[in-house]
């Protein structure tokens, strides 16, 4: 996926991890308000994953980076150890995640197959 081509799976994932840095950025903020951890360690670690959200993001364009965003995946969802309502939203993300891998990759192997028959 080098290049300056942009598949479906790039731009869906970029909307999942888009979206996800805004929630982890919150969620950190309620975890800090209702003090379920001390302060620095509720701001600091949710920072850590926003940054790590970030960055995963800046690299979608090198396939690895998506078995990051899987990862990020399972840490979102973990955090609900913390803050139990991110259960819910984390497991949503999970499931929006999947989707977009398995559409937008489905897609863009459509989009190759038939690129390639034109070619032909």
Known sequence: ???SHRGVRQ???SIVLAFEVIVVFLA???AFGLK???GP???VGGGVIVFALL???ALLRYEWSFWLGWVLQGVIVATG???PVMWVIGLAFLGMWIYCM????RIDRQKAASAGEMGN
């Open 11 to 13: 731009s869906l994932a």
């Open 102 to 105: 398995v559409v937008g990759g």
């Open 81 to 83: 150890i913390f803050v």
């Open 41 to 43: 360690v509720a701001l």
């Open 36 to 38: 379920v951890l001390p």
């Open 55 to 57: 960055l995963t993001l």
């Open 1 to 3: 996926m080098r290049g």
């Open 28 to 30: 950190a903020l309620v």
